[in-house]
């Protein structure tokens, strides 16, 4: 008797939680959420992506084309909608970046440190540790005021225990009023709220050359990534690695220290190469000058894997010249400024 | 069982309307426009529809949306006969009504004057939207029913709504209360400002989503799978019918009616919607949109009215989408919002009230910040003054 009604209600599995029970014809994304389980999501429709995620294993019947939404790539990653697909058998899904622990922290702004004449590192001291992965991000709010979120990636890599110390690059933006008002130096000690971690934008070890793509204060997330990948003693050490940085003149260039710490730690050849895109003609710049989609080329070997970050045109710019020389798509992984994006990334 | 058979009163009405068009005169327009004042005085007079309670046989509440169909159908064969002069007789109709009634239908329609001509195009531009649009919607969501899919899809596309299905579901849906969204009318913005805008956007959205997916199967434009050519067809064979069944005369009434209904449509879109921001990473929630429980207002639209829900969770069909009464209201229910956004400055002072409540009592932190600017935008003087006392 009861296999006859025993495949009403099925079983989800997300990333190695505890199994939730469905209800009958109930979406995944209904399912989570009605647990308690705050997935990320936002339309759905199946029309906005944000609730992507894996099917691992079972079965589930979808509600919408996909191919409205996904790349064929996701599509054959077996890439599915929580909100459009209910299980017909248990299945096991995986969300990338998603932890159950996403999480308002309160916190407070400790330092605001000039690093160029319009971006600063921004550090907020945190009421307690926030785990996350390199490469993730965090919605930012002033706590007692109305100015709308923003999300800011991670300047550094965790701790194994988190960290209570966060850092991101925040740079002045016209009409930004988020951005400017970190990084008035007035507003050290202000109380900030910060939502996460988010966001699917994280080292994928692979034993391939591997190509980075930091646009202006894009550089928070590849940093981080490097500082990971040094500490995991990663597979890509032994890598060829490029970072192309496309700023706009001399005076935008920062973090070279830094980054040359990690060249010198890394165990393979390791190209660390400025891009600037207006640079006055005749200065004393000997570096490249130009668009980082002009550099692309030389260093993206059919089997690289890419990281970029930064302003949506100089992605899209970048990401095209990676697959016209061969990379694949799912072998390029990359986290958009503008809002939407963040959502779509 | 009367809970079932008031969704059926909206295909019926629609088969009366067309029926009656066949009599000219003030037979034209007079049962249309009956049907929309009628709509909005009866919800003024009944009491709201805060039914939430399970319906067992779903199938009789599909059949009333299939219906629809047959219906609009009806209508737009009205149109062409109506269209004809002289001896014109679209498929012999007026003498079979003549055979079966003894009246002589063609006569009437030929000393019908030029003027009740005018007035029926506003007038069916609703109820045609009402039985091609509303229904389309409906089916058009159940984007894993393949039937009700298609025929969403077909009636919509009936009227030239070839753009709609597509930029309604994977945008519109997607965008909301965002400035991506054609369908939210920015505050300050007469509808008459908006429903270019949105149409134009709509079109340009479809046409995108469209191409990047076939680009996506790796299919050409001019491929099988394209739906907005699937739908032109539809569309066209339509244009094509009216050709052969009235002329010329009967493309200039079909193209008329499509253009009025596209604005018709965009005109609810602009009433659901109406000046409510939402920060484009959150979840859409029941507050992003304008809702309606007024009895007479739910059962014609196919409960769209509940609008709040619909866009919460858009895979819950019609009949069990809840009321959400504690939500943002349209003023003076569906119907009677939609008639007053025609006077401008009727509906500012309808919505402005409504617009101070939704950002005070229903914005979240960051929203109230994006209605604030919204406020600013709007240069409507109650608005920015509201946003000042916020602020203070």
Redesign the interface.
Known sequence: MLGLFGNKENRVMINDLEPLVLKRNETILNGALRHGLKIPYSCKVGGCGTCKCRLVEGKVKEFTDKSYLLTKQEIQRNIILACQSTPRSDVVVEIEGWTDSIDDVRGSICNIEPLTHDICEVSVELERPMTYRAGQYVTVRATDTDIPARCYSFAHRSEPDGRRTISFFVRAVEGGRMSNWLIDEHHTGRAVTVTGPQGNFFLRDHDQPVVLVAGGSGLAPIVALLEQALEDGAQILRQPATLLFGVRSQRDIYYTDHITGLQSAWKNEFVFEPVLSAEPDGSDWAGKRGLVSDFVEAHSGREATGYLCGPPPMLDAAINQMIRHGMKTDSIFFDKFSDQSRAAA | MIRYLRFYVSPVVMFLIAFAMFFGGIWLWLPAASYVLGISLLDQLVPLDLDEDDYRVPFLLDVALYLSTPAALAMFFALFWVAGSGTQDALGAGAWMQSLIGVDVVALRNQTPWYHFVFMFPAIAIPITAAGGLAGHELT?R??KPFDLWLGRFTMALNWGIAFPIEH???H????G?K?DPATAARGDSVYAHVPKAMYRTIVNAWE?ETT?LD???ASFFSPRNVLLRLGVIAFAMTVAAYLLSGWMGVLFYLTVCVLTKVALEALNYVEHYGIVR??????QPRHSWNCNHLISSIFTYNLTRHSHHH????VPFQKLRAYEGQPKIPGGFMTAYLTVWVPPLWRKRITPKLREWDEKYAS??E???A?EANERSRWAELTASSMVQ?A
Do not use: N
């Open positions: 969501h984007t894993w579901v994977y945008g849906h997607a965008y909301i965002t991506t989503i997916r996506k199967l790796g920060v484009p990473t959150e979840p859409v919460a969770d858009a895979q932190q960051d109230r910040a994006l604030a602020a």
